[in-house]
């Protein structure tokens, strides 16, 4: 998941933010081999200092969702990536 908080913050090759830090991390049920698996991410958190970023890691069921984990990240972000994103 972390890895994925990373790829949705970071597109710009030059965009220099600090490795996140996992806030929160709920681990609700087990996964399996041949599960299909899907993530999903959202800006909970947006300011000049920090971007808080969620993660949710799911299985469809038919209409349903059926949610595995889901984990907070904070990211210390710079004057650098505050220009980027504006």
């Known amino acids: 998941m972390e890895a994925f908080a990373i790829d ?3 597109s710009n090759q030059e965009l ?3 490795n996140p830090r996992l ?3 709920n681990i609700l049920k087990n996964a399996y081999l041949n599960d299909v698996l899907k993530v999903k991410s959202r800006i909970k958190k ?5 971007l808080l970023l ?3 890691v799911y ?5 349903k969702k ?3 984990c889901n984990a907070l990240f904070c990211f210390d972000l710079n004057e ?3 220009d980027f994103a504006s």
Do not use: Q, R
């Open 54 to 56: 969620s993660i949710e």
């Open 8 to 10: 949705i913050v970071i």
């Open 46 to 50: 947006f300011n000049t200092n920090e």
């Open 23 to 25: 806030s929160k991390l």
């Open 59 to 63: 299985k469809e069921l038919g209409n």
């Open 16 to 18: 220099n933010i600090p």
């Open 66 to 68: 059926d949610i595995i």
């Open 80 to 82: 650098k990536a505050i």
